[in-house]
Every structure is written in C-alpha cells, then in structure tokens.
C-alpha cells in the first residue's frame, strides 16, 4: 500500500502527457463504454488523436488510471469533462452494474426506514447545481522534500465543475435520519481485485452531511456524469478534498462514529503539528484530511515558454475551501515584493476564482511567483510543511520562463 492507501502498481516512470482517448483505448478497448462522455471506438485512432494536444492528461498511474489535467488547461472556469483529472483506486465497477436498470442506492444504518432507490426515483428530489473545486489530496505531492510514497502528483490534480443532482439531507430525511446518527459512511460499487485490499469507505460527520451544498451528484458540467467521474452517482462535498467524493455510489450508512477501516483511520490523515521524515507519530496527532486550503496556480505562461518582450497577459487560477478568494498577487523578484492581480469571472462558493496581470517583459530568464489570500486572511505559503502522506502542498506556486529579445 502507498500513502493513498492504494494497492502497489506499476507506474509510468516517463508519465507522458498522452491523449486521454489514447490511453483509455488501450485499456478498455472493444468494451464499447463511454467513459468520459463520448464513446471509445473498438480501434483507437492513435495517430490522430496524439495530435490534438488539448485533449491530454499527463498519466501517473496507467492501471488503475490516475491521471492529471496539464496546468494550461486552468485558463478557463470550468475544466471540460474530457480535460478533468483522474484518481482511481480499484477502476470502474464491472459495466453490467452502470445501467440506469440496474443502479440501486441503499439508505441504512440509523434510519428511520432503510430505503433503496433507483436512479429515477433519486431524481424525484429536488434538482440543485454547485459548482466546485475537486481536488485530490495529494495534489503537489512531488513537491515535497524528502519524497513521499504515493502517487506523484504535480500541479494538475485539481479541477472546477458544475455538479449537478439532489442534496444529500434530502435522502437522509426520506429515510428517517436518527438523532444518534453523526456521522454518514459512502460506499462505491469499485471493488479491490484482491481479497487483501480493503475497500475504499469513508465517511463524514452529520454536519457536512446535511449542509444544503453537499448533493449526491449525477451530472457533471451539464451532461451525464461520466463513467471515471463516477456514473450515475458520485458524492461531491463543496470545500473539502476529493478523498470524501466517493464515487459510483450504492451506499449510504448513518452511523455514530466514523466509518472504520484503512481508507478511513490509517490512510487520508496528517499530522496536527509539525513533524520530521521518519518521526513515529501518535494517532492521537493526526487528523483525518477533509477542507482544503488556500491555494493558486500559474495557467499562462507555461514553464519553459520563450516570451518576445513586451506586455505578457500572466493568468491562473486560485481556490480556497469553505471560503472566498480575496486576492491574488504576483512576485517577480523571489517573494521580495508582491503585485496584485486583477480577479475575473465570477465569484462563487467553493469554485476557483480566475486571475490575470499584465507583465512588462524584460530580456533574460525569469521566475513567475503567485500566491493567494482567502477571506480569513489566510495567506498561500512559500512552502507546505512536510508531512508522510504527502497532502495538502500549496506552497507558491512558479513558472520560469526566457524572454528573447
């Protein structure tokens, strides 16, 4: 197991940026499913779709995929479907058990009346839209020094989405929700291929779990969601890291406590002080990962890009957990002194908010910082402190690009 509580498997130690049809048609090609909106055709036409370069997710893991969104594609405010990164820790469920027929969503534990519902019967609820980060927790993970195990997430394992479906209190109150129920455990159809492994089950206490922005989504930047998104269903939890999304939903279980297990008291925690590689940490010091935290991202220009001088529009993105972006600035001396930015787009609970500055450009090699600062005047770090599981990194961000001329 890695620090992600996945099962060990093998990696691409090159992790190129393929074309997300390529690599999906090499791995379920002639199933005949529509993993990310469009169909997969029986012969991946390779050559064609490695041209297209906006239509690539850099791979980190080819099975189970985990894949990442390159940091260029953030200069929009919704991450396209077909763009949106990956995170996987058994793969999709077995394809007889996605038909709208045969979903079933099961509603136990301290309930009133255990209820199943099929997918029409969920959305006789009433419909609502979020949009919202998603980002896993171990986004920025290979930033961290000393290395940690785990997936080596870069910058990309993040995106911004409309998610639309029914709110999750709504199907609590349905089913009778007890007093002495204070938590709420989700369970996906995904299973382990190894007896060994443990299932993924996590849970979340009963105030996120009735906050009237926590839905059991199906809908995903308005289509249906997708298959590696977690068709049909897929819990989204506004402001908190993705490790709480569970996707391929089938089970909801109202508990007193947390839901046990690896996935919820080994793996997605970290420590509530400062600690050094290696230190044993007590369980009492570690805290289970849940809100995010302020965090921003260069989108324009790309590291490596060579620049004519002039004025050079730099854009990105920032984000922070259950509050609002303030402000975002600029650095072109190290962190010496900081520019403000100019916020575009629109301002909205839990989604990122877009960002541009006009940079004079001066001959030579240059190094692009960015920071951002919420609405509790929290500040983006120079660096995260290190921690074993490798979460929550949002150290400044930095682009280092050649202006020639």
Known sequence: MNADGEASVARDPAAQALSRRTVLGRIIQGLGLSLLGFAIPARAKEQALETDETDRLIVRVARPLDAETPVQEFATSLTPNSRFFVRSHFGPPPPEQLSDENWRLRVTGLVDRPLTFTLHELKQFETVTITAVVQCSGNGRAS?????PGVQWDRGAVGNARWTGVRL??????????????????QGADRPAAATVPPFVRSIPIEKALHPDTIVAY????????LLYGAPLRVVTPGWMANSCIKWLTDITVRQDEAQGYYMQTAYRYPTRPVTPGEVIASSDLKSVEVMIVKSLIAQPREGASLAPGPVTVQGV???GEGRIVRVEVSLDEGRT????RLVGEDLPYAWRQWQ???????GTKTILCRAIDDRGVTQPKTSPWNPGGFFWNGWDRVSVTVVG
């Open 144 to 148: 961290y020094r000393p290395k940690v």
């Open 357 to 363: 500055y006009i940079w004079q450009t001066m001959s």
């Open 169 to 186: 209190r709504d199907v609590l109150a349905k089913a009778g929700l007890q007093t002495s129920g204070l938590h709420v455990q989700f």
């Open 338 to 341: 900081w520019e403000p930015t």
């Open 318 to 320: 920032a984000w922070t």
């Open 219 to 226: 809908e995903m930047n308005g289509r249906p969601l997708p």
